[in-house]
């Protein structure tokens, strides 16, 4: 079946600009996981959903980030006033079960690249 | 928070070879995955293991939870083996299923 599939893959920003990033995890999942991965490093924990409730943003590294879920299917990461600092790839996961301890699968990221 | 160190940070092997990754965690463990970051970014699932062994063709792991490590064993590696190799773990206290990376194992494997 599909799995999970981000959009835009690769995306420019010029610093000051919003940004929205897209993910479609694989159908029927109840949890929904955003990762940073910055260069050379391993991804970081930004924020979780089960289904359309988000319990856990502890990772969003500010403000500036926000993420939803409205209807516990598709997920979009916005960023607001881009800094370079925000340049990494973003990952989005996905996992059936609602209490972890299940099997993450991931998409292919977006990497963003602000100027 | 829980800590995950992975060894060694780079590898280089010639095709053919055997080798064997390892991933130390500081606390207990709800889930713990190994990934392959191939060339192109995707994170591939390898393995799901948050005790015991498993084996999937050339690959297999070893989660020794009472003893806070996992090896990965890669045998007779090929070149499309290169990439990073993660291992990530979720505490046992955390509710949510969120995972911590380890810093990866970059392998490269020459012909």
């Known amino acids: 079946g599909a799995g999970v599939s981000q959009s835009p893959r690769y995306k420019v920003a010029k610093r000051g600009q919003d940004v929205a990033l897209r993910c479609d995890p694989i159908?029927?999942?109840?949890?929904l996981f955003w990762y940073q991965q910055a260069l050379g490093q391993g991804p970081e924990f930004l924020t979780y959903f089960q289904n359309e409730a988000q319990l856990d943003k502890s990772g969003l590294p500010s403000d500036r980030f926000f993420a939803e879920r409205p209807e516990g299917s598709v997920s979009t990461l916005k960023i607001q006033r881009t800094q370079q600092e925000d340049s990494a790839v973003y990952l989005c996961a996905s996992s059936f079960m609602d209490r972890g301890a299940d099997t993450q699968y991931f998409g292919p990221g977006t990497r963003l690249t602000v100027l | 928070g829980i800590q995950v160190e992975q060894s060694p940070p780079d590898l280089i092997l010639q095709e053919g070879a055997n080798s064997t990754l390892r991933c130390n965690f500081s606390?207990?463990?709800?889930?713990l995955q190994w990934f392959h970051q191939n060339p192109w970014g995707q994170l591939i699932n390898l393995f799901y293991i948050p005790s015991g062994t498993k084996q999937n063709g050339r690959l297999s792991a070893t989660t020794v939870a009472t003893e806070r490590y996992s090896l990965l064993y890669i045998s007779s590696s090929q070149t499309t083996d290169s990439g990073v190799y993660f291992c990530?773990?979720?505490?046992?206290?955390?509710?949510?299923?969120?995972?911590?990376f380890g810093q990866g194992t970059e392998l490269s494997v020459k012909p």
């Open positions: 990530a773990v979720e505490g046992f206290y955390n509710q949510g299923g969120k995972l911590i």
């Open positions: 159908s029927g999942h109840v949890s």
């Open positions: 606390d207990s463990v709800n889930n």
